[in-house]
Structures are given as structure tokens and as C-alpha cells.
């Protein structure tokens, strides 16, 4: 069946380094992805998407690069702070009979650890 | 600032009674959606609504309902609580055209 998924449960970097967190995707024809980021005790919340007429989108400190060809979704943060410390999800929009909008297939998450 | 609100933080409950998860949205947006997160499964769909009164299964319906009387509204409801039903329950809206979704808080159920 469809399914999003991580590489890596668990990444651990030192204050101020980059970080990537990565995930595969299987659907050749999703054509929109989201990352999220869960702290502990919340909702995730919105990082940042893009859409698969696009393979880089850059936001505040983060990035989000997509290569169709081997169906890869990365997330890259910049100068990563003790704050970024949380659980990050990739999502596919996963369309509802033809429709524009559906729900969303999430990954298992990738837990970032940050040491000062 | 907007908002998704869920009735409860915590919840415990015993096997056997009827459970009522609530959860509200502010944004007065069409879509709401139900999902539940376990450790090595992530979140999955249990349920989700496009519209007042309207419904449809997500990816595991099995042992609960729903009810959306209102657009703000949408409740989750386990008729008989199960041990297996214990899991963090997360509540999410978002608009039509907006493909992401607003989380709410969530609630930790707990069944004894």
C-alpha cells in the first residue's frame, strides 16, 4: 500500500550545526507535502510544504527539498537551536474522490535532539 | 490567534464505559479530522467530516463514531472503551483549498 516514511528514527546534533531529517514517500503521484514538528505534549504544528512543481522551498531557518525522481522529501534546518528539539513529521496530501483537498498520510516522525 | 481546542488534556476511563472526546475549532473551517498517535505508528486517520452532519472512515474506524451537529464542532466517541483504544487522540481542522491542517493539543486517554 501507500506509505510516507522516514529513514531515521532519531538524530542528534550539536547547537548551531545544520540538520537534515529525511523521508521516502511511496506514491508516485502525491503532489504535495508538509512537515511538521511535534514538541513534546502538543499538537504538531506547520513547518513549512511544497508542491511537486517545485523541488526546494526555503522558509525561516528551514528548508524542504523534494526529488521526485527517487521520491524523497528532506528538511533542513539551519543553526539548530535547543528549541528545534521535537519530533518531526513529513506528510502527503492523499486526494479524496478527484477531489482538491483530502487528508494526510504522515510518516512515523523522526525524533531531533539538539545538545547545547 | 487561532485555535483548535480539545475538551480534555487527560482523560482516564474503564473498560466497558462510553467515551466522549470534544473538540472545537475557531477558524470556521469545513474540514475536521480525528487521529490517533501511538509510539512506532504515527498518527493515523480514524475519522474525518467535510461538512456539518456529513462523515466519512478514515484509515481505522473500527470502535468509534462521530458527530458533527455544528461546523466548529466534532466529537469522537468510543461506544465501549478498550484497553487497545488507550493512545494520544489528535483533533485537526483546515479549510477547503488549504491542504494542511491545524492540530489541536490533544488528549491522552488512558483505559483501565
Known amino acids: 500500500g501507500e506509505s510516507v516514511g522516514l529513514h531515521l528514527p532519531t538524530l542528534s546534533v550539536q547547537e548551531g550545526d545544520n540538520s537534515i531529517i529525511n523521508c521516502a514517500y511511496s506514491?508516485?503521484?502525491?503532489?504535495?507535502f508538509i512537515w511538521y514538528k511535534q514538541e513534546s505534549g502538543k499538537g504538531p504544528q506547520f513547518i513549512i510544504d511544497?508542491?511537486?512543481?517545485?523541488d526546494k522551498r526555503q522558509g525561516q531557518r528551514v528548508t524542504v527539498l523534494l526529488n521526485k525522481t527517487v521520491k524523497h522529501l528532506s528538511l533542513q534546518i539551519a543553526a539548530t537551536q535547543p528549541g528545534d528539539s521535537a519530533v518531526y513529521f513529513c506528510a502527503e496530501d492523499r486526494p479524496l474522490n478527484g477531489g482538491s483537498q483530502g487528508n494526510l498520510i504522515f510518516g512515523k516522525g523522526t525524533k531531533l535532539s539538539v545538545k547545547p | 490567534d487561532v485555535k483548535v481546542t480539545q475538551s480534555s488534556r487527560y482523560l482516564v476511563k474503564r473498560t466497558g464505559e462510553k467515551v466522549f472526546l470534544e473538540c472545537v475549532q475557531d477558524m470556521d473551517h469545513e474540514n475536521m479530522f480525528w487521529y490517533r498517535q501511538d509510539p512506532g505508528l504515527g498518527l493515523r486517520l480514524i475519522y474525518f467530516s467535510y461538512d456539518v452532519k456529513m462523515k466519512e472512515k478514515g484509515d481505522i474506524p473500527e470502535g468509534y463514531s462521530v458527530s458533527r451537529e455544528k461546523k466548529e464542532r466534532f466529537s469522537l466517541i468510543l461506544e465501549s472503551a478498550s484497553t487497545n483504544q488507550t493512545s494520544m487522540y489528535l483533533c485537526a481542522s483546515s479549510s477547503m483549498g488549504l491542504n494542511w491542517e491545524f492540530f489541536g493539543p490533544g488528549t491522552r486517554l488512558t483505559v483501565l
Open positions: 506514491n508516485s503521484a502525491s503532489d504535495y
Open positions: 511544497i508542491r511537486s512543481n517545485m
